[in-house]
């Protein structure tokens, strides 16, 4: 049965930091694969993304390169609407019976767990694979106990980056080499994105 690690995020624009966290996740836990996932409309942020699905979905894919253990897939931009995990997962075992998935997340996401939409059924449905974020310690004993022992916590190096922070200084005339892919700086430059 492959393992297959889901990598969920509004990747607006993908960076350096999701990468590690998903390599970390699927060395940490053994995964045969990671999926990312772009959502459509994001649960739970106040923003909508400032680019669109498409082309947040196309800096994944310049991001993944040839990587044979990482894959983009777009059901959620598919679906479109309002990206709630739980469907997300309920479609993929239904295609994907064989398979089996966990969510990987970083722990600014994990407190936010309890306010995720039918949390008591996600989590009776997967596991967790959680990653600290530098600035935002995963606080687990904070989370009921249904959710908490479905986290795993997986080690990484904190990376101090945010898409936030990326969006700024591209709207600021910053350097933003090496906190995202080359192949994603070149596609954010050529395309002139967040600059306004
Ligand atoms: N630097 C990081 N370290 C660990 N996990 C991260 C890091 N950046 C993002 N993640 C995790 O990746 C997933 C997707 O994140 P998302 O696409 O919202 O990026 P973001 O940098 O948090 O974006 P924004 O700044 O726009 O909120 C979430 O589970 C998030 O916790
Ligand atoms: O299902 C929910 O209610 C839910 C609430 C918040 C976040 N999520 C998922 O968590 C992942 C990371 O979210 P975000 O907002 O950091 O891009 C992404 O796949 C979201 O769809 C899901």
């Known amino acids: 049965m492959s393992r297959i690690g889901i990598m969920g995020g509004t990747f607006d624009p993908v960076h350096v930091g999701h990468l590690i966290a998903a390599e970390a996740a699927r060395e940490g836990c053994g995964l045969d694969e990671v999926w990312f996932i772009p959502t459509y409309n994001p649960p739970l942020k106040d923003n909508q993304p400032s680019v669109s699905s498409e082309l947040r979905l196309q800096m994944v ?23 709630y995990s739980i469907d997300t997962v309920l479609e ?9 998935f966990s969510y990987i997340i970083g722990s600014d996401r994990i407190n936010d767990l309890p306010k995720w939409h039918r949390i008591e059924e996600l989590a009776e449905l997967i596991a967790f694979i959680g990653l600290e974020r530098e600035g935002t310690a995963a606080q687990l004993g904070q989370l009921p106990e249904f959710i908490r022992q479905r986290v795993t916590m997986a080690a990484m190096p904190p990376i101090g980056i945010s898409s936030t922070d990326i969006r700024s200084r591209v709207r600021s005339g910053r350097s933003i080499a090496y906190l995202v892919p080359d192949t994603v700086h070149q596609f954010i430059k050529r395309r002139g994105l967040y600059e306004s």
């Open 61 to 83: 894919q310049e991001a993944l390169g040839g990587n044979p253990a990482f894959k983009a897939v777009d059901i959620e931009l598919k679906r479109g609407g309002m990206s």
């Open 92 to 100: 993929l075992k239904k295609r994907y019976p064989d398979a089996s």
